[in-house]
């Protein structure tokens, strides 16, 4: 029995067995034997894909009750743990988890791409990381592009492709350095204010100086007009959300409105998934009205034009949601960046240098490819500070997984590949694989953007087969790999080039002070031990030449 015809036999069985019971009229003894056969049929497959399933090794549980559960939430530990499993029992190995149930880890290259190359219909997200997907982003109830499968999945990322193409990013980047130079002109005001010192404390995570006006002005606005970037220059989430849906409420004029009072409670026990759902239904609608009546410009690629034309009104106003959240947590690289400048002056005077040798105001061409160290600098930033730590699968059918090079199972054997049954939960360790000493070096857990311009022979080719960008983890990979990390790279590098040209950076404790991963919907950085919590000051004061 091959793996296609097993895949089907134990419904055939049950459906045979309910045939004998219901509707075949055979005598007892008959029906007896029948019944005798189809049991053994059942518990023959059952054996065969017992036999087929790989035994894979992994750590002994420390409990029935909550497993590794527990200890795997600790970030500090997890990357070097994880590390040290595969190491001990080989690049697939069991992790045990609640209630005896075990998950499969892959650290093996060959077998991770394996995994992504079938993403959205052999292996899908389980209901439970579904749940925990839902309860992670503050309970706003949706689905979209984020978790859909299958073709659903592939049309609507279709659908919003063009808005996040590289000739659309190229267009907006201006958009990226107005509101870079905006933040440098409210640094500016505070630090005049301060003339003792000529230096001002602001904490990075009070200003999002990136993505919270630029994100989604870029996306959503067809006609980005100057008027939005002459708002008061306080940057904070509501100013880049009214951006998102088109229409200020009057909030830029200082008026009230629901908006505010949303973006403002965002992360907080508040609950706004209601209020949010229905301003963004508002927009799309509205946005829907101004193409019927010709206000709107024909062609319009914004993702909210290109929302509302090609997806249902539940998946746009989904779609509308998941945009609007992702630009909000965007927030958090920019803000590790400023962290790791601060901390590595030397690396933040090179950078400097760098970008006050090229000039002005570089093109989005410019930032992709002639501003080496902003590039290197910008990929050890996401390395090392991924947004998203892990990603788990359920298999949909059985599968057997190639491996890199052979790996000894827990009968002692060596095998090539591990065959694992339908339903097998798989994790993915996004952030470890790109912290691992197995891929990055000894100094991997280390900031250190020359490695960028260096090649490793022995690390080098165990990510090689990692397809990700720059043979990094933190976009994922597959058909769900990030699809506005053109936009959230040249942002980032945009604002990053305005603010290190323009400000020095220093830690308000010392450059020695630690900084951890605060919790939160997305890990952000903060102080240890700060009088805030959830803090990260530091002192900012003007470049002189």
Known sequence: MDLFQSKHCGRDIWLAFKDIFLVSPLAGSATLISALVLVSLYLLQIYRRKQRTTPIRGPRSPGWVFGFAKTVLDSTTTTELYERWASEYGPVYKVPGVFGQSKIMLWDPKAISHLFARDTWLYNHSPFSKTALQTMICRFIFLGVLWAEGESHKRQRKALNPALSAAAIRNLTSVFHDAAHKTAIAWDSEIESNQRTHCAVIDVQQWHIMQDESHLVCIFIPFYQAGVLSAPCHIDSTVWVLAVLSHDFGTLDGNDSEVAHILNVFGSSIDVSNNLLKICQEMLSRTRKEKETGGAVQGDKSCLGLLSRDLTSEEATDGARILLLAGF???????????????????????????????????????????????????????????????????MQEDVIPLSKPMRTAAGSFTESVCIPKGTMIIVPLAALDCSVSMWGPDAKVFKPSRWFERDEGTYEAREALHGYRHLMTFSSGARMCLGRLFALTEFKAVLFVLVRTFVFEMVDGPGVQIVEGLGTLPRPEVVGGAESGSVPLWVRRYEV
Request: aromatic fraction near 6%.
């Open 329 to 395: 947590e965007t927030t958090a690289v920019p803000q590790w960046a400023l962290v790791e400048l601060a901390r590595n002056p030397d690396v933040q005077t090179k950078l400097r240098d760098e970008c006050l040798e090229f000039g002005p105001t570089p093109s989005y061409d410019d930032l992709t490819n002639k501003l080496p160290y902003l590039d290197a600098v910008a990929n050890e930033v996401l390395r090392l500070h991924a947004s998203i730590k892990e990603i788990m699968r359920s298999a």
